[in-house]
């Protein structure tokens, strides 16, 4: 029980300090799972995040999983996706009923009026950024062009555009390029 | 009705979402603004400001968020959205675990994420492209902050909270 409490407790920090999404948590899960608590070790740790990044879904409930099942199995793996989802949920319900409150303020809304531009900004940073981690290669930039064009202008559905690309990476990779 | 249409569309989120919670937004936007229309561009816009400068994964406040907004004000909502779109990182990661450890490195999965992985770049900036319309950039002052945003989070990189803070007292002098 102790065990459950633990892990669940873990988590459950690590989703209420942590600002910005699944990237800027990975170096607090490391040091609560890792350094900390022993659960895992580095190696182990590093192939966990290979897998957590590259399955679909928020990158700290992939860790949540594979940590709490590996550690305790499947009720580990819903005391630690507990702890992470929770303190999100809590803080976010109580805003919401809160804004819901004050949806016609005109102070709220002129407020809202200097965020809504900065907010375009705080995502084009991080995509920005994951280009740059990929010395902006050619091939990734012109992927990376083409997939917000297509959503951006042409109004594909971003899923269709995952699914395409990974389909022509697929056929490029194993019959054209003979990569993998 | 639409408790069974935010299941489905953030558990739709949650399976594709490749590249982490920016690449999920533009899926969520599309979903959420575009097909279903339970929000406005501008609400859409405040509730990604709202789950950036709090804690936790921005898909999960995001789910959070539009669920209740979208049920009209339910916390089933809020319990049901974030419930779908944690479900296929559980299943997809559970899999893993116990059958295919080594499935990161199949062969054709490697090869479709290749491709993957840069298009969740372009989600995020499709992402940022479809916020820069005319209902979140009223004016010339809308702009000066955006760029004044860009450049403290780029280069001085400048904590979110404190971008929104001062975007916020900046709107309420200004508009």
């Known amino acids: 029980m102790k065990q459950y409490l633990n892990l669940f407790i873990s988590f459950l920090k690590i989703g209420a300090f942590t600002l910005g999404g699944g990237y800027i948590m990975i170096p607090l899960i490391e040091k609560e799972v890792v350094k900390k608590r022993k659960w895992i070790n580095k190696d182990e740790f590093a192939e966990m995040l290979a897998l957590a990044q590259s399955a679909p879904g928020p990158i700290a409930v992939n860790t949540a999983v594979f940590v709490g099942y590996k550690i305790k199995g499947t009720k580990g793996m819903i005391a630690t996706v507990l702890g992470t989802v929770i303190p999100s949920f809590t803080i976010i319900i109580f805003i919401a009923i809160f804004f819901a409150e004050f949806e016609n303020s005109k102070t709220i809304e002129r407020i809202f009026c200097g965020i809504r531009p900065a907010v375009v900004a705080l995502i084009a940073v991080p995509a920005i950024n994951m280009l740059k981690n990929n010395n902006f290669k050619i091939h990734v930039t012109a992927i990376a062009a083409v997939s917000a064009i297509a959503v951006w202008l042409l109004n594909i559905s971003p899923v269709s555009v995952i699914i395409i690309a990974g389909l022509c990476a697929i056929i490029y990779n194993t019959f054209i390029s003979k990569r993998y | ?175």
Do not use: R
């Open chain 2, 1 to 175: 009705m639409v408790f069974v249409q935010l299941f489905i569309t953030f558990f739709k989120i949650g399976l594709f979402g490749f590249g982490g919670g920016y690449a999920m937004l533009s899926m969520i936007q599309h979903e959420v603004v575009e097909v279903h229309q339970w929000l406005g561009i501008k609400e859409f816009t405040d509730i990604v400001a709202i789950s950036q400068s709090t804690p936790g994964p921005i898909a999960i406040n995001c789910a959070t968020y539009i669920g209740y907004t979208a049920a009209g004000g339910s916390i089933s909502g809020s319990i049901i959205a974030t419930f779908a779109v944690c479900l296929p990182s559980v299943i997809i990661m559970l899999a893993v675990c116990k059958f295919f450890l080594a499935f990161g490195k199949n062969k054709y999965f490697s090869a479709a994420l290749a491709g993957m992985m840069p298009a969740a770049t372009g989600l995020v900036a499709a992402a940022a492209l479809m916020l820069m319309n005319s209902h979140n950039f009223v004016d010339y002052k809308s702009i000066i902050i955006c760029a004044a945003a860009f450049v403290l989070s780029y280069f001085f990189k400048t904590g979110i909270i404190k971008i929104i803070i001062f975007s916020g007292i900046l709107g309420y002098v200004l508009f």
